[in-house]
């Protein structure tokens, strides 16, 4: 046997690795759990049937849920996508990333990833589809992938490895990202009538439609995933492997993606391990998608690097304790503020069982980009921090429509105070700001108080210092958002 190493780390590459008493890297394979993580682009909460919505079908991720435990409070770092996959890859908030913590953009070498780590302990590692980004991660010397080498399939990946090897191994998807094929919900046989438009769009049958797509490619995710699962069973070694299926953040529809509200930041989450967790379990602790690293790491014996502040969810699947709140933040998305402002939209937020409350630092600047200039050419008012699609357009295009339609414009695309309070449980979209009401300003303290003290424990720029990193890192995504070139400038 191989002595324990605790007393200090060593390297392996770039890659810290501890080992806890249990020695991964002596036990064989059998002992040694395989890991399936499943991540859609762009699901969030509540989109499966196994929430309740009464048009989606789930039966893959209902299957996790019910043959292990449903997450009713799972949450991302960061509402986007490049800094939400490297916080999940690395455990840490995104905060801490550097240039991480934007959209298109890096990861440094020196931040080690879980895939990394367990392929140093001889697990074989790979990915599918989507997994980090989009951005370039070699840009600053990171040599492999952070979610380990691509792959045609899972099939693939399964033939590849030695079979007395454990896996861990990324199925990700561009489903449900947008764009949509019009009308493919309604034609895959969905009663739009049945479905559930949110409030802070308008009821439509536009609405209804542009669900209903986004619906039937979270239904083919769940295929893809069910696929995977056949597989398994197949090779007899389902049984052997941890199953986590979730989203990188909310939906892309308004209030949704690049938002701190539940429809941006919350995601689905199941997790199926037999033997350790207790099948048809509903969790209510709150859950960060960077717990999964540690988790995924003390599950396959390994000690989590220090730097890693999520908190693995392990002790919690025998009935322990997690936590009963989260912190989720945000900084640049897209690069869509007036030239030359190069800042994106920064706020930090805690969310608790009643209460979400967020802080936004520049209530000057635009929470989903810079209206155009022009505001007789409204067709250029696309606001580029929230993706394209019908509901959208309706909003933007057709806001003259009534008070109310002008109101929910202004929810979304308008400027924000400084402080937002909301009391979910009577107001589960977050509509009603009671930022300013008397009668909630100790609750409005103390959630203050409790945000910005995890921030600064955790090294957050934005409150210990040094937040104009987040401006001084270059977008790699070219554009730069939908202004035209005139007004945009150079923000790259």
């Not at 435990?69 to 991302?76: D, F, G, I």
Request: with cysteine; glycine share 10%; aromatic share 12%.
């Amino acid at each position: 046997m191989l002595q324990i190493l605790l007393s200090e780390a060593w390297f392996c590459g770039h890659h810290e690795v501890v080992f806890l008493s249990a020695l991964a890297a002596d036990l064989p394979a059998d002992q040694r759990p395989n890991i399936l993580f499943c991540i859609a682009d762009d699901w969030g909460w509540p989109h499966a049937s196994a929430y309740g919505e009464p048009v989606l079908l789930t039966p893959n991720f209902d299957r996790i849920a019910e043959e292990g435990a449903l997450y009713e409070h799972a949450y991302v770092s960061s509402p986007s996508c490049t800094p939400s996959r490297n916080a999940i890859l690395t455990g840490q908030f995104h905060w801490r990333l550097k240039e991480g913590g934007n959209l298109w953009s890096t990861l440094r070498p020196e931040y080690p990833v879980y895939p990394m780590l367990l392929q140093d302990a001889g697990y074989a590692v790979g990915h599918w589809r989507k997994s980090w980004g989009p951005g370039d991660y070699k840009r600053l010397g990171r040599i492999e992938h952070p979610a380990g080498p691509r792959f045609g399939g899972f099939p693939q990946f399964l033939e590849a490895k030695s079979d007395d090897q454990p896996f861990c191994f990324w199925l990700g998807a561009s489903d449900p990202h947008r764009p949509y094929q019009l009308d493919s919900g309604e034609q895959s046989g969905m009663d739009l009538s049945k479905i559930r438009v949110p409030d802070v769009f308008p009821d439509t049958d536009v609405s209804r439609g542009d669900i209903a797509d986004y619906f039937y490619e979270v239904q083919r995710f769940d295929r893809d995933v069910g696929e995977a699962l056949d597989l398994l069973q197949e090779r007899g070694e389902l049984e052997n492997t941890i199953v986590v299926m979730t989203g990188d953040h909310g939906w892309p529809f308004p209030r949704g993606k690049t938002q701190l509200y539940d429809l941006g930041a919350r995601v689905p989450l199941a997790i199926r391990w037999p033997g350790k967790i207790k099948p048809g379990q509903t969790e209510a602790d709150f859950v960060s998608l960077t717990d999964l690293a540690p988790t995924f790491l003390e599950a396959a014996g390994l000690q989590p690097p220090a730097s890693m502040t999520g908190q693995s969810l392990v002790s919690s699947f025998s009935g322990a304790e997690h936590r009963d709140y989260v912190l989720t933040g945000r900084d640049r998305h897209t690069p869509s503020q007036m030239a030359p402002e190069k800042e994106g939209y920064p706020m930090r937020a805690i969310r608790t069982d009643d209460w979400l409350y967020i802080y936004n630092f520049r209530p000057d600047l635009w929470p989903m980009g810079q209206p155009y200039p022009d505001k007789a050419n409204i067709a250029w008012q696309w606001f580029s921090d929230c993706d394209g699609g019908p509901i959208k357009n309706q909003m933007i295009l057709e806001k003259w429509r009534s008070d109310e339609w002008e109101q929910l414009y202004q929810l979304t695309f308008g400027q924000r105070p400084q402080e937002e309070l909301y009391y979910v449980p009577d107001d589960p979209y977050q509509m009603k700001n009671l930022a300013d009401e008397p009668a909630h300003q100790g609750t409005k303290n103390t959630l203050r108080a409790k945000l910005f003290a995890g921030l600064a424990r955790t090294g957050d720029p934005r409150v210990v210092g040094g937040e104009e990193i987040f401006t001084s890192f270059p977008y790699l995504g070219g554009g730069g958002g939908l202004l035209p070139q005139k007004y945009r400038g150079t923000l790259d």
